[in-house]
């Protein structure tokens, strides 16, 4: 049985509960790399051995592939396989992996009770809102359903929260990276401009043919820039179209690059990857094919030649290259100026930053940089920077909520005290999000010091209440704390730690309430 790291028990203990409030429909998000097939394996192994009979349902052979054999470790158990001439109807395994493409045919699913399943796992889950896996989820309407994905964009979101009740458990790239659950990512700007701002958008997404054609006339310089940065590098390049990643494959080679091309039409597939692997090639080209269902922990460059503005899918691309491995001490991200007038092209910084003005300033280090930058470094550099401008900014108009309430802080103040990112630009999913804030909540937030007639919905409560108590049990300084010393013009008390704050107070209150002499509030840090 294989022992699950802090956050993979949390992850799965927050979806059995969901399960059991009545959320029979709920997300689960963890970045490529961070186990999510353990996850949901160990969930599974939990929901079997109360009874019930559960099925994991994907759209690929390797997804199914991967399932089967992570259950097996996880919780010892066999699977039954529902693909093609294969059936788990009737079969003695609890737990089955099923083919999408198989299931949805109508003769194929009314052979199976609508109580067959009693909870059915979609992994990739941002595929879910398609008819066919519509058609199997709606023929078992009683099963508990979790859909996992990587971090979506908050498009995903907002069209995964038609189907789905709750988002259960997310964890971050970020914080995947500080936890040293994923290698950290260093990016470097490569001073080609390849102007896309013609092409067109088709499915929300930057047409792949087009792409290709305006690609095409730069990839002699793209083999020549990587010449000089991927020589020593396990390297994945992924590119739109098949014919353009087997050019660029043959460009590599007239370069000196072991390279080789996948597809899905690769008879010989499965030997080109396991050469990859074991160093036959050091570049690897394909068109888009191992965004999903593959892994090679080895790569440590990783270039995208298929620009896109949807950031589930840059994740992907990135985390192939992000998995530990032993003597890889970080990912090499070649990243390249894209000319286009869209301002929602997925660039490195959409890795770690939702917010739109860290992650301009992540970029913008990134392109002035003349060497590779450390993403979450880069982050942290961002992140006061922008906290400092928008202490600025808001100060008149803090000043006048102070006026408003001196007893109370806003929850804006609040969040941008603590610098949390997420309580700033909240927008709401779910439908119990958009809710109003219970009276159980209100009053809860206004012991706590909170203003809560600026809390507008039931899911900033909620975020609220939680981040409150997170930095409760980490010893942070209070909302009443941070109220207090920032009308004193103290800076960043979100930040102190609950003794330093108490300390600061218990001076001011020694001193008559008065600033004592030599003491610069703004500038002073615990």
């Known amino acids: 049985m294989m022992n699950l790291r802090p956050y993979q028990t ?231 179209l098949v014919h353009i990643s087997q050019r660029f494959r043959d460009i590599l080679e007239d370069d000196g690059f072991r390279a080789a091309e996948v597809n899905g039409n690769s008879t010989d597939r499965a030997q080109i990857l396991a050469d990859f692997e074991n160093g036959k090639y050091d570049v690897l080209c394909n068109s888009m094919l191992l965004t999903e269902g593959w892994d090679c922990p080895s790569v440590d460059c990783v270039v995208v030649l298929r620009p896109t503005k949807v950031r589930s899918l840059y994740q992907q691309m990135v985390g192939r290259g992000m998995r530990l491995h032993p003597g890889k001490d970080h990912l090499l991200l070649l990243d390249f100026l894209w000319m286009t007038e869209r301002h929602d092209l997925c660039r490195p910084s959409c890795l770690i930053s939702k917010d739109a003005d860290i992650a301009k300033r992540i970029d913008a280090q990134i392109k002035d940089a003349d060497d590779s930058v450390d993403l979450v470094d880069a982050e942290d550099e961002a992140e006061r920077n922008v906290l400092q401008e928008r202490e600025e900014t808001l100060a008149r108009e803090l000043e006048e909520m102070r006026l408003r309430t001196r007893r109370l802080v806003d929850p804006l103040q609040y969040a941008v005290s603590i610098a949390a990112e997420d309580l700033v630009g909240y927008v709401p999913t779910f439908a119990w999000e958009m809710a109003p804030p219970s009276e159980k909540q209100l009053a809860f937030l206004e012991q706590r010091g909170i203003y809560s007639a600026s809390v507008e919905n039931m899911g900033k409560a909620s975020l609220l209440i939680g981040r409150l108590m997170r930095r409760q049990k980490m010893g942070l300084a209070t909302p009443k704390q941070i109220r207090c010393l920032e009308r004193y013009g103290f800076r960043q008390v979100g930040t102190w730690k609950f003794e330093e704050a108490g300390k600061m107070i218990s001076r001011l209150a020694a001193n008559s309430w008065r600033l004592p002499r030599g003491l610069i509030p703004n500038k002073y840090k615990p």
């Open 10 to 240: 949390q992850a799965r203990d927050a979806v059995i509960a969901e399960w059991d409030k009545g959320h029979r429909k709920t997300l689960l998000v963890l970045p490529t790399g961070t186990g999510k097939t353990v996850v949901f394996s160990s969930i599974l192994g939990q929901r079997v051995s109360r009874g019930g009979k559960a099925l994991v349902l994907a759209h690929r052979g390797e997804l199914l592939t991967q399932a089967a054999d992570k259950l097996l470790a996880v919780t010892g158990l066999s699977c039954g396989l529902e693909k093609a001439e294969s059936s788990c109807l009737n079969g003695e395994e609890q737990i089955a992996v099923g083919s999408v493409q198989t299931l949805a045919q109508e003769s194929r699913l009314r052979q199976f009770p609508r109580n067959y399943f009693t909870d059915i796992v979609v992994d990739e889950a941002h595929h879910c809102l398609s008819d066919s896996y519509q058609r199997v989820l709606e023929h078992f309407p009683d099963a508990n359903v979790l859909g996992v994905t990587a971090t979506p964009d908050r498009g995903d979101r907002k069209d995964l929260g038609q189907y789905f009740d709750s988002l259960a458990f997310e964890y971050s790239m970020e914080d995947a990276i500080r936890d040293k659950y994923l290698c950290p990512v260093k990016a470097q700007m490569i001073p080609l401009e390849l102007d896309i701002s013609k092409v067109q958008i088709t499915n929300g997404d930057f047409s792949t043919g087009q792409i290709g054609s305006f690609l095409e006339p730069y990839l002699q310089q793209i083999a020549k820039e990587m010449a000089h940065y991927c020589k020593d590098r396990k390297t994945v390049v992924f590119l739109p």
